[in-house]
């Protein structure tokens, strides 16, 4: 791999981060109207709250892939779809 390729690389790569640093405010509270008129099991429940609070921490470490899959994950739980 030449020098130029992996320039390119590194460049595009450097902009997905800021994208999903975005997206991560707009996943909780997602998260967050979801649960107003969620009917969970206590389980349930408990796992989203966890996967919300671990998603904004994770938000404000810098860890924004890990951030959005757990706030995915969250949203899973409660049966929110993607958004296209």
Same mark, same amino acid.
Do not use: Q, Y
């Given at each position: 791999?030449s020098? %130029?390729?992996?320039?390119? $690389?590194l460049?595009?790569? +450097? =902009? #997905?981060?800021?994208? &999903?640093?975005?997206?991560?405010?707009k996943?909780? %509270?997602r998260?967050?109207? $979801?649960?107003?008129?969620? +009917? =969970? #099991?206590?389980?349930? &429940?408990?796992?989203?709250?966890?996967?919300?609070?671990?998603g904004?921490?994770?938000?404000?470490?810098?860890?924004?892939?890990?951030?959005?899959?757990a706030l995915?994950?969250a949203?899973?739980?409660?049966?929110v779809?993607?958004?296209k």
């Amino acid at each position: 791999m030449s020098f %130029k390729h992996i320039a390119l $690389a590194l460049a595009l790569s +450097s =902009l #997905s981060v800021p994208a &999903l640093a975005a997206s991560c405010p707009k996943d909780m %509270k997602r998260v967050d109207a $979801a649960l107003e008129t969620a +009917s =969970l #099991s206590e389980a349930d &429940l408990t796992k989203v709250k966890k996967l919300r609070a671990d998603g904004e921490k994770l938000h404000n470490e810098g860890k924004h892939t890990e951030s959005v899959e757990a706030l995915h994950e969250a949203l899973d739980i409660l049966g929110v779809k993607e958004m296209k």
